[in-house]
């Protein structure tokens, strides 16, 4: 069973920061890809950012492009979403997830585990 264990939500006022953090219960996937997805009341689940296993390529959805970053250390089995700049809409339930394939995160086609998610409300 793998788990994906989420951290680092929280209350913040609009135009702070805040860093999610996401430990995966097994190094095998270390070689998966990685994604964070988030839920904002009333609202269906959506993407916010992908990163290949290697690190080397990131996607991000155009609504935190220049204010999120992605990134992941493979030996701590771990991935980081920063979030800058906060918004008010960028208040919702924030899920890592993982899956084998890239672009499969990015479509939204295929998870293959999902955290339990972390909550993350900006206030104005």
């Known amino acids: 069973q793998v788990q994906l264990v989420e951290s680092g939500g929280g209350l913040v006022q609009a135009g702070g920061s805040l860093r999610l953090a996401c430990a995966a219960s097994?190094?095998?996937?270390?070689?998966?890809?990685k994604g964070w997805f988030r839920q904002a009341p009333g609202k269906e689940r959506e993407f916010v950012a992908a990163?290949?296993?290697?690190?080397?390529?990131?996607y991000y959805a155009d609504s935190v492009k220049g204010r999120f970053a992605i990134s992941r250390d493979n030996a701590k089995n771990t991935v980081y979403l920063q979030m800058n700049s906060l918004k008010p809409e960028d208040t919702a339930v924030y899920y890592c997830?993982?899956?084998?394939?890239?672009?499969?995160?990015?479509?939204?086609?295929?998870?293959?585990?999902w955290g339990q998610g972390t909550q993350v409300t900006v206030s104005s």
């Open positions: 997830a993982t899956t084998v394939n890239f672009d499969y995160l990015i479509g939204g086609s295929r998870v293959d585990y």
């Open positions: 990163i290949t296993w290697s690190g080397g390529d990131t």
């Open positions: 097994k190094r095998t996937f270390s070689r998966y890809a």
